[in-house]
């Protein structure tokens, strides 16, 4: 049974280019949820999906956006990149069971802005 | 909001000697509370978690937990490190229906023969 996969591992960007991070979730899984971890820092969250609409979202800005597929795999995607969106990507998949589920996370995709 | 704070950003132990990782926790209502683990490199293992049942929590590799709602507490422990428990810990509230994950700062533990 395969766990949270995501790609790619590393990825270096200049500022103000665009990046697409992906991920799929340990199978049998329905929510995707996304963190971002600084670098000495926990992850913060940066927004959840579920029956490919977002429905919830953390304190970060419109350049940040994603998407879900049907068969529930995941995009977050990055507009005009800044050197301080440089960080590890986190992605968590799991089942949603009334806020009780609990979250599996992935390897993570990290990202260098220069 | 709810609210995670880790009393310490390190701490060292040496191998065969008891581990106690400190995490109070702020929350409005019954709060889930997790531990997950972080080895360099790696992404988030799970460790643990509480979800109301009982207080105290067992999880993988000897590591286990209490909730205490009269100190808001949820102290993760285990009673001898190994060289493989290195790694940085991070205590974990979930918030809202949607089960937001709240991380704190984290705890990098180090291990020492």
């Known amino acids: 049974d395969a766990g949270v996969t995501q790609s790619p591992t590393h990825l270096i960007k200049t500022r103000g280019q665009q990046v697409t991070l992906r991920c799929s979730p340990k199978s049998g899984h329905d929510t995707v949820s996304w963190y971002q971890q600084a670098l000495g820092q926990g992850p913060q969250f940066i927004f959840q999906?579920?029956?490919?609409?977002?429905?919830q979202r953390g304190n970060f800005p419109d350049r940040f956006s994603g998407h879900q597929f049907p068969n529930y795999s995941s995009e977050l995607n990055v507009n005009a990149l800044l050197l301080g969106d440089s960080a590890l990507y986190l992605c968590a998949s799991s089942l949603v069971n009334r806020g009780r589920e609990t979250q599996y996370f992935g390897p993570g995709t990290r990202l260098l802005v220069l | 909001a709810q609210s995670v704070t880790q009393l310490d950003s390190h701490v060292s132990v040496s191998e065969g000697t008891p581990v106690l990782l400190r995490c109070n926790y702020s929350s409005s209502y019954s709060p889930s509370l997790f531990w997950y683990v972080q080895h360099p490199n790696k992404g988030l293992q799970l460790l643990l978690k509480?979800?109301?049942?009982?207080?105290l929590v067992k999880g993988i590799n000897g590591f286990e937990a209490e909730f205490k709602k009269s100190e808001t507490s949820f102290h993760l422990t285990k009673p001898s490190a190994h060289m493989s428990d290195a790694a940085e810990y991070f205590c974990?509230?979930?918030?809202?229906?949607?089960?937001?994950?709240?991380f704190g700062a984290g705890t990098r533990l180090a291990v020492h023969p």
């Open positions: 974990v509230v979930s918030e809202g229906g949607y089960n937001k994950l709240i």
């Open positions: 999906y579920y029956e490919e609409e977002e429905r």
């Open positions: 509480y979800t109301s049942a009982a207080t």
